[in-house]
């Protein structure tokens, strides 16, 4: 998609998956607006043209409209001739990548670059409060055509037991039932226990992300000791640590109401 600024500017906007789009132009015409800690909140293009923390962005995909709520802007690469900005909707959250994978199967099968949005341990939505009791999660899927067959996938699985296909007006949501022999594995995570699930536990996560026996996500399940002592060595500090990554925050592992768009 490119945006026809005047002086026949041009910006480059392009879909990186269903959470992030990429915007790439002149760093000349582009310029960036922060608050006070930073994060930039607004990008201006040329004189009159302007995207911010909160819009709505309509976008083409595959023959037809959806749309991307910008929910944070990131400038990720900056040369003389050309400024490349992230524009994400949603990112992945620690349910995503921690607890997913305990309903089963791989990343391909959830789609999980390029139709899932995110997925919850907890609601505050009242229309999937009964189904907030402490054993299910909740994906939120980005609603594209011509995908039929795997909404219908979804619905086959073992483990599924809900679909709404009109959550928003762009979004479907699906609930999954987490697999009894890993309740005691979905709890420990909510906690930030990553180093106490099972070993069973352990090897479906890394399965699922087609992770082997290197790398962050091992790292912390196995508590490596040389991850440990370079995350001391870089927060300062002088004493181990109980877990390698930081407890999930309820806040951004809720599904909540959304915004109407």
């Given at each position: 998609m490119i945006i026809k600024l005047e002086?026949?500017?041009k910006i480059n906007l392009k879909i990186f998956n269903v959470r992030n789009l990429l915007l790439e132009g002149n760093p000349n015409i582009i310029k960036n607006i922060s608050d006070k800690k930073n994060n930039i909140k607004d990008i201006l293009l040329g004189e009159r043209f302007?995207?911010?923390?909160g819009d709505f962005l309509p976008i083409l995909l595959n023959d037809s409209g959806t749309v991307y709520h910008i929910k944070n802007i990131k400038l990720i690469k900056k040369s003389d001739?050309?400024?490349?900005?992230v524009l994400s909707s949603d990112s992945l959250n620690k349910t995503s990548h921690w607890i997913l994978p305990l309903i089963g199967n791989n990343e391909e099968f959830f789609k999980y670059d390029e139709l899932l949005l995110n997925a919850y341990s907890y609601c505050e939505y009242d229309l999937y409060e009964t189904f907030d009791n402490g054993k299910n999660i909740f994906l939120k899927y980005k609603f594209l055509p011509n995908n039929d067959k795997f909404y219908e996938s979804l619905r086959n699985h073992p483990q599924h037991i809900h679909k709404n296909s009109v959550h928003s007006r762009h979004e479907y949501l699906?609930?999954?039932?987490?697999?009894?022999?890993?309740?005691?594995?979905?709890?420990?995570?909510?906690?930030?226990?990553?180093?106490?699930?099972?070993?069973?536990?352990?090897?479906?996560?890394?399965?699922?992300?087609?992770?082997?026996?290197?790398?962050?996500?091992?790292s912390i399940l196995y508590k490596d000791k040389d991850y440990q002592e370079k995350l001391k060595k870089?927060?300062?500090?002088?004493?181990?640590?109980?877990?390698?990554?930081?407890?999930?925050?309820?806040?951004?592992?809720t599904l909540y109401k959304p915004e109407k768009f």
């Amino acid at each position: 998609m490119i945006i026809k600024l005047e002086n026949n500017e041009k910006i480059n906007l392009k879909i990186f998956n269903v959470r992030n789009l990429l915007l790439e132009g002149n760093p000349n015409i582009i310029k960036n607006i922060s608050d006070k800690k930073n994060n930039i909140k607004d990008i201006l293009l040329g004189e009159r043209f302007f995207i911010q923390k909160g819009d709505f962005l309509p976008i083409l995909l595959n023959d037809s409209g959806t749309v991307y709520h910008i929910k944070n802007i990131k400038l990720i690469k900056k040369s003389d001739k050309r400024a490349t900005y992230v524009l994400s909707s949603d990112s992945l959250n620690k349910t995503s990548h921690w607890i997913l994978p305990l309903i089963g199967n791989n990343e391909e099968f959830f789609k999980y670059d390029e139709l899932l949005l995110n997925a919850y341990s907890y609601c505050e939505y009242d229309l999937y409060e009964t189904f907030d009791n402490g054993k299910n999660i909740f994906l939120k899927y980005k609603f594209l055509p011509n995908n039929d067959k795997f909404y219908e996938s979804l619905r086959n699985h073992p483990q599924h037991i809900h679909k709404n296909s009109v959550h928003s007006r762009h979004e479907y949501l699906c609930i999954f039932k987490i697999p009894s022999k890993y309740q005691n594995d979905f709890e420990l995570l909510k906690q930030g226990y990553y180093s106490k699930i099972s070993e069973d536990a352990k090897k479906q996560i890394l399965r699922f992300h087609h992770l082997k026996k290197k790398g962050t996500t091992y790292s912390i399940l196995y508590k490596d000791k040389d991850y440990q002592e370079k995350l001391k060595k870089d927060l300062d500090l002088d004493f181990n640590l109980s877990e390698l990554n930081s407890k999930p925050l309820k806040e951004e592992e809720t599904l909540y109401k959304p915004e109407k768009f």
